[in-house]
């Protein structure tokens, strides 16, 4: 399988780290040296995608504009023989970058419906903001790879085991059948959005990595605003469940969660020194 794009939906309006995100978005928040947003990139990379798109909302432009090229500041960098942040700069400038903007929050599928125009990979990758992992190959790296185990891809998602009593905290999944060459690979029957832990039908909840055919593209616009008005990405995919096969991938490593304060000090203090 060759994946050669990914969607970066980072439009959230990042509520639970107010006030300061109404002027700096909380996807460039630091950890070790750089953004959060630059470990999204890297991982993309890392499995060969050349090509990304950021859906951003208005104010967020310094997300795009943190990967790319800089001449003024290069040529002055060369004039003082600083060559080794000279060489970090260029670091991005094979990658072909595109940004749309998501002018109301509606959701992470209404998110991902700006970039339809852009999408010619099959299937394109999908990374949202918040999600880093730690201790094993990223997720999308452990994505593609299980992918390569199912014959008709469809599409596949990662999922973490939870606490059930944290299953309100996420999207759950409902497993059909476990896949005979790797027991972290399961076949889906269903997607809940944050069930109580007594109705849960599993602790595997879903994590901010998705493979998506171009399928999904065209069932996003039909799938109703459900409770807050969002368009949700895990409806397409329910919509499309007796269509295409869908997997879920029970990944290695810790995630982590960086969307809350708690989360982003965790990830600064796993993640820092690796
Ligand atoms: P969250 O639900 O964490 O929302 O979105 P948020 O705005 O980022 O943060 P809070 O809840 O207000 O603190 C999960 C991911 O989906 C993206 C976000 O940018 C984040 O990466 N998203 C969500 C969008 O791009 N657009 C949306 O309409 C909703």
Not at 206 to 212: N, T
Request: with cysteine; glycine share 8%; aromatic share 6%.
């Amino acid at each position: 399988m060759r994946i050669t794009q990914a969607i970066l939906p980072v439009a959230g309006l990042g509520t639970r780290f107010l006030p300061w995100t109404k002027v700096v978005p909380k996807e460039l928040l630091p950890i070790g040296n750089e953004p959060i947003i630059a470990h999204l990139v890297n991982e993309c990379l890392a499995v060969g995608i050349t090509e990304i798109c950021f859906v951003i909302n208005r104010g967020k432009e310094s997300i795009p504009q943190y990967f790319y090229s800089n001449p003024q500041l290069e040529a002055e960098l060369k004039k003082r023989g600083k060559l080794h942040h000279l060489e970090e700069l260029k670091r991005y400038d094979e990658v072909d970058f595109h940004t749309v903007y998501q002018e109301e929050q509606l959701g992470d599928g209404h998110a991902i419906l700006q970039a339809a125009d852009w999408v010619k990979s099959e299937p394109v990758a999908i990374l949202f903001g918040d999600d880093l992992f730690s201790g094993a190959d990223p997720g999308l790296a452990q994505l593609i790879k299980a992918a390569s185990l199912v014959e008709n891809h469809g599409a596949i998602m990662a999922l973490e085991n939870i606490p059930r009593e944290a299953t309100e905290r996420y999207g759950i999944v409902e497993v059909e059948s476990v896949h005979p060459k790797d027991a972290r690979l399961k076949k889906l029957k269903g997607m809940v959005e944050k069930p109580l832990p007594s109705e849960a039908p599993s602790t595997l909840g879903i994590v901010g990595r998705y493979l998506i055919p171009r399928s999904t593209f065209a069932v996003l616009p039909t799938i109703a605003a459900s409770h807050g008005g969002e368009i949700r990405l895990i409806d397409a995919l329910t919509a499309q469940l007796g269509t295409i096969p869908i997997h879920g991938y029970e990944c290695e490593g810790k995630r982590l969660d960086t969307g809350t304060p708690k989360g982003y000090a965790e990830a600064v203090r796993v993640l820092s020194h690796t």
